[in-house]
């Protein structure tokens, strides 16, 4: 069966740069190194969507929340004059409440969006600011405002309903997922998409993924 969708849970990379006695920012830094190289192996193996969940709806650290999104916007800032997503027409999409990050960084994604909204050959998500159980909440409050108004039936709900009005409602779910970290949890990462997906585990923080050794 082709692969048409791999998401990788992007964790541990301020450990890692603890670890290593090295400033946080540089643990962000490599973490979105090894995402420009998975968008590459994207192309190369031509997968249609690949997914990135990059920060939950809350950090724990403030300090280190400020220096996320920072890189964060660095790193769209680069996407958008990088020849190598318009040469290929890779459409960046957000799922999230990112429409609640600081202005700086609202204008950058718009901005990274409005550059590649008429591309459709591949398809880059990147979950900032996610949370998958809001997502089901959000999609059921979608569902309730129908209702109310009359115009869908309650006993008509079915699962496709509920995909309809998720943030992912236009990719089709992922094949396979990548968590990165020590942890052996999902964090609620594409809690709704992932029933069926085949899940692994690699143990070891994002920043030390051997990008090359993916999908070989």
């Not at 004059?81 to 027409?89: G, Q, S, T, V």
């Not at 949370?131 to 129908?146: A, F, H, L, N, T």
Request: hydrophobic letters at 40%; one cysteine or more; a positive charge.
């Amino acid at each position: 069966m082709k692969t048409n969708h791999i998401a990788f849970l992007c964790r541990g990379s301020a450990e890692w740069a603890i670890k290593k006695k090295k400033p946080v920012r540089e643990g962000y830094l490599k973490a979105f190194e090894n995402i420009l190289e998975l968008m590459k192996l994207q192309i190369k193996k031509n997968i249609p969507i690949m997914t990135f969940y990059v920060t939950p709806l809350s950090i724990e650290r403030p300090d280190e929340y400020s220096v996320l999104i920072d890189e964060i916007n660095l790193f769209f800032e680069s996407l958008i004059k990088n020849d190598f997503i318009h040469k290929n027409k890779i459409k960046v999409s957000i799922l999230g409440k990112w429409y609640n990050l600081p202005a700086k960084s609202i204008e950058t994604i718009k901005n990274m969006i409005d550059s590649t909204k008429d591309y459709d050959s591949y398809f880059a998500n990147f979950c900032i600011s996610y949370d998958g159980q809001e997502e089901i909440v959000d999609s059921c409050k979608m569902i309730g405002r129908r209702i109310k108004l009359g115009k869908f039936d309650a006993d008509s709900i079915t699962k496709d309903t509920i995909k309809e009005d998720l943030y992912s409602s236009y990719f089709m779910p992922p094949n396979l997922i990548f968590v990165s970290g020590k942890k052996c949890t999902m964090d609620g990462f594409l809690l709704w998409d992932s029933v069926n997906s085949e899940i692994i585990f690699l143990k070891k923080n994002f920043p030390e993924v051997k990008i090359s050794n993916i999908l070989k």
